[in-house]
């Protein structure tokens, strides 16, 4: 198989409703994850480590610092024809934009027709997870089918909440159903059901057409998930490909095929905690499938005045001068003074913490800053009442640049 016979197409245009206040100004997969990355820089170095690099972005939803990011960051050789683009929705099929996701691609149609790949790949832009792709591609090319549904393997109990794939020992989906009251189990783990991670491989002709037959359909939601594979399905032309399968090199037995939608604040939160213990959900430190990103130019992280950190991240320009960070994530620059208390909180560039302040399960975004002495994240009424964000497990959010006044 050569690898320059396919175009990578990445879904990157979503809003990312549930994750307000952290998407106010900016798109979903532009938001900061794990101390130095962007959400987006999980898919995008999944494609590069499985050496899929002719890849192009959809962005559409304040995709400024997203479009920034990726122009900054994602720079590939182009004497190999290797190339990351981010693409704004262009009206190219009429005055409006996206519709959905299958609406995004049939916008964009132009961009598979000018590269003319032999398969399309489609993933989407917000998960946190290690998979080598092009194990996926190779499971799809041998299959022959037209299209391949990735599946992860989740409890029967909870499964409702997810698009369920129903397939047959082979692999090959026998219905594609949203959020079943009555989801199936698997042949062999009648507990277990497999969900749809919402990434997608396809043969080209197949896909276009495909497609441009749903741009045509009356009633259609133009929906990758609700329209364009259970069309296939229906041909009898859809696999599944059991994320179980996949082999990163490096994982560990715990992280191997670990996979989160951060799509809400207390998944957001979650996630997060996962890096951080000494054998972590997630391990941010496999060196042999690195997540690439633009490191921020600062000098390492310095401690002082008895400053300490355990069970977390501290990243490139903290300065812990006396406080006490437990089980948390700090971004670069972060400044936590004299006394201070930080336990089980995510805090992005350039936030300030004051003298005394104490802070629990809370997430600051960028350029906050926090007054002496004050306390985040002990009294949900009160948190509310001062105008923060708290999600329904308790995680307080203070919005990006809020200068807090002491009470």
């Not at 194990?135 to 369920?164: C, K, N």
């Not at 002709?205 to 296939?232: E, V």
């Amino acid at each position: 198989m050569r690898n320059n016979n396919v175009l990578s197409i990445v879904l990157a245009g979503g809003e990312g409703k549930r994750l307000m206040p952290l998407t106010a100004d900016r798109a979903k997969p532009a938001v900061p994850f794990g101390g130095t990355y962007r959400l987006i820089d999980f898919v995008l170095s999944n494609l590069a480590n499985s050496n899929l690099t002719k890849i192009a972005v959809l962005t559409q939803y304040k995709s400024h610092s997203l479009d920034r990011h990726i122009s900054v960051t994602w720079r590939m050789s182009s004497f190999l024809g290797s190339y990351v683009a981010p693409v704004p929705a262009q009206q190219r099929r009429g005055p409006h934009w996206y519709q959905g996701s299958a609406d995004a691609i049939y916008q964009s149609l132009n961009l598979i027709k000018d590269e003319n790949p032999d398969y399309v790949v489609v993933f989407g832009a917000d998960n946190i997870y290690r998979m080598d792709i092009s194990q996926m591609l190779q499971a799809h090319i041998d299959s022959g089918m037209e299209a391949t549904v990735a599946g992860i393997r989740v409890p029967r109990s909870g499964a409702s909440e997810f698009g369920i794939i129903d397939a047959d020992a082979d692999g090959k989906i026998n219905a594609f159903l949203e959020k079943p009251s009555d989801p199936p189990g698997l042949l062999d783990s009648p507990d277990e059901s497999l969900a749809s991670m919402g990434n997608y491989i396809f043969t080209r002709k197949a896909f276009t057409d495909m497609i441009r037959r749903d741009a045509d359909t009356d009633g259609s939601k133009h929906d990758m998930g609700g329209d364009i594979i259970p069309s296939f399905v229906a041909r009898g032309q859809a696999q599944c490909y059991d994320f179980k399968q996949n082999v990163v090199p490096g994982s560990t037995e715990k992280d191997q095929n670990y996979w989160r939608d951060v799509g809400s604040i207390d998944a957001f939160h979650d996630a997060h905690m996962d890096l951080i213990s000494v054998d972590p959900d997630f391990n941010l430190y496999n060196s042999e499938w690195p997540i690439w990103t633009n490191q921020v130019q600062s000098p390492g992280a310095k401690f002082t005045l008895h400053g300490t950190a355990e069970s977390s991240i501290v990243t490139n320009g903290c300065i812990i001068s006396g406080g006490d960070v437990d089980h948390s994530v700090l971004s670069p620059r972060v400044r936590v003074e004299q006394d201070a208390s930080l336990d089980r909180c995510v805090v992005m560039d350039r936030c300030q913490i004051g003298r005394n302040a104490v802070l629990r399960n809370v997430i600051l975004d960028k350029d906050v800053v926090v007054p002496d002495g004050y306390f985040i994240g002990l009294d949900r009424e009160l948190d509310e009442s001062r105008g923060f964000h708290v999600s329904p497990g308790g995680v307080t959010v203070v919005p990006k640049g809020s200068i807090i006044h002491p009470e």
